[in-house]
């Protein structure tokens, strides 16, 4: 048999993560302006690969967003964590003329600060 039929086709998926910033410590009063909260930020993005099966898609975008975790100060001199929290999903795309690691979607989810992270995901993400 050739190499080529044996070959498994690789088709392209997204795969939505979800990140959370976390703020440590105590902001810098005289940095404070009207931009400032004390809510908790989350991000999710959706990000294409070119994968074998949505399992697959699924493993590669846990990978990439292990390695998208950081730590920075922010404006306000706050330190903050930039954590995975979770895959949300994965969806096949048809169109065979992208490129892996694209970003395709994303968004900011603003939360009062007392939710915990296990409401919020419920509330979100039934």
Do not use: C
């Not at 105590?26 to 099966?53: G, H, M, R, V, W």
């Amino acid at each position: 048999m050739n190499k080529r039929m044996r070959k498994k086709k690789l088709d392209w998926y997204t795969v939505t993560l979800l990140f959370e910033y976390q703020s440590v410590g105590e902001p810098d009063l005289e940095k404070i302006d009207e931009e400032y909260t004390e809510d908790k930020l989350y991000e999710e993005i959706t990000i294409l690969f070119q994968a074998s099966s949505h399992e697959q898609a699924h493993a590669k975008a846990k990978r990439v967003a292990k390695d998208e975790e950081r730590e920075f100060t922010n404006v306000y001199g706050e330190t903050v964590k930039y954590v995975f929290i979770k895959a949300i999903q994965s969806l096949h795309l048809w169109d065979k003329t992208l490129q892996t690691g694209t970003e395709v979607h994303y968004r900011f989810l603003y939360t009062p600060n007392k939710l915990s992270r296990e409401d919020f995901l419920s509330q979100q993400y039934p």
